[in-house]
């Protein structure tokens, strides 16, 4: 637990703070939810999975879930009345830093309790995202184009194949960002395939912008502050996909 609420300005090597209990944790959290999925839908296709999946366990959901565990308040009470405890006291509501403890805490459970124990944690601590995402209609289509309008890009479709009967016909759509394939899409309509192919576009430009992250953290200095580092953080939440009502 020390280990857990350990950020990494207040460690004295980077491998003392929670760094790399949240690497592990990000894949636990995904294996977690994707065996769940798999499992509690199986009419849903690939597509559809994946596009609940890149909901549930995007940084903005893994936030909402300390906020609700009090994560915030525990690193604080972790810093105790040191040094650290101004600087956790501007931390413990950072979106970014919250989802870190959120994962952390997965992978510190992972580690102690295995699989099986951790699993159902899970699930259970995300079940009203996982619920939200399966009920609710998301618009994947305009949660990219203003992802990648921030940075000047732009977004194509391509319809790859249609086969069926008109009244029963199923469509095959690529999403291409300025030039190269990042999703794709199956659907009975155009626009459901676009959205499926938009889905998994955006997941993978968010994988990316969170390993390109992680590799810029590894190679930063240590000695940057953490209200520093809050500051970055909270504007790389903007980029996080929120709830829509």
């Known amino acids: 637990m020390r280990q857990v609420f350990t950020h990494t300005a207040w460690a004295a090597e980077r491998v003392d703070s929670y760094e790399r209990l949240e690497f592990l944790g990000d894949s636990v959290l995904s294996l977690c939810i994707t065996t769940e999925l798999y499992r509690r839908f199986p009419d849903f296709a690939e597509g559809h999975l994946a596009r609940l999946r890149a909901y549930i366990v995007s940084r903005a959901t893994c936030a909402r879930v300390a906020a609700k565990l009090g994560l915030g308040k525990l690193l604080r009470e972790q810093a105790g009345l040191g040094k650290e405890a101004g600087d956790a006291l501007q931390l413990q509501s950072n979106p970014n830093v919250l989802a870190d403890l959120t994962e952390a805490l997965i992978g510190a459970v992972y580690v102690t309790f295995g699989y099986a124990a951790v699993r159902p944690a899970v699930v259970e601590a995300f079940e009203e995202h996982i619920r939200y995402a399966e009920s609710s209609y998301i618009d994947h289509k305009t949660e990219l184009q203003e992802h990648l309008a921030r940075n000047s890009q732009s977004v194509s479709y391509k319809v790859l194949r249609y086969s ?74 903007a980029d996080a996909p929120a709830e829509v009502d």
């Open 164 to 237: 069926g009967p008109p009244h029963n016909r199923e469509f095959e759509i690529e999403a291409g960002v300025d030039g190269e394939v990042l999703g794709h899409g199956l659907g009975t309509s155009k626009k459901r395939a676009e959205q499926e192919a938009a889905a998994e576009a955006l997941h993978e430009l968010q994988t990316r912008a969170r390993r390109a992250a992680r590799r810029a953290r590894l190679r930063g200095p240590r000695s940057r502050r953490p209200a520093e580092e809050g500051a970055v953080a909270e504007g790389a939440a």
